[in-house]
């Protein structure tokens, strides 16, 4: 990023090669369209771009770009109300993931779906955490910069988001089992 910063705008494609999929799956996680989670990822490096001076290199450059990406989100959420309509998660599944094998591809979309309806049911705020602490293997200490908070509470976040998806995913599961009787 100091590159680009410095002149070197063609340098932003290997940014892109590096973080669109990382990006893509955390706009995904957080609002469940891949099409608008698409149009998102690319807000987030055009406003690379546009706020290239802002980037010191004195933090990482991870952290930085999950503050544009929440950013954008913070954006598009005041835009757009947010949609009910959710994709199905198996037309996105092997593009956030980079690929399957088609026999575990089945098993591997339904478990995805359901954990992704699991974590609809989060407040944005848990959400955004275990996304972030958990998808993008964010450092805690990196999350609390980006949040603003300590890192002790980002612990204390994660640990109850945690908490709460399981026991949501368990109702979930035993739901499901309850229907197939």
Not at 133 to 153: C, D, H, P, V
């Amino acid at each position: 990023m100091l590159q680009v910063k410095a002149g070197q705008v063609e340098k932003m494609g290997l940014l892109f090669e590096r973080y669109h999929r990382p990006l893509l799956a955390f706009f995904y996680h957080s609002n469940g369209n891949a099409t608008a989670s698409e149009d998102l990822v690319q807000n987030v490096f055009y406003r690379m771009l546009k706020y290239r001076h802002t980037f010191t290199g004195e933090g990482e450059f991870r952290t930085w770009m999950y503050h544009l990406a929440r950013n954008v989100l913070a954006d598009a959420a005041k835009k757009n109300k947010p949609s009910a309509h959710h994709q199905d998660i198996a037309d996105w599944a092997e593009k956030i993931a980079g690929g399957t094998s088609a026999d575990a591809h089945l098993q591997r979309t339904q478990e995805e779906a359901q954990l992704h309806l699991a974590l609809a049911r989060l407040s944005p705020d848990q959400r955004e955490v275990l996304v972030l602490s958990r998808f993008q293997e964010l450092k805690y200490e990196q999350i609390a910069q980006l949040l603003n908070i300590t890192e002790g509470a980002v612990k204390v976040r994660a640990h109850r988001a945690l908490c709460q998806l399981k026991d949501i995913y368990l109702q979930m599961d035993n739901g499901s089992k309850i229907q197939k009787l």
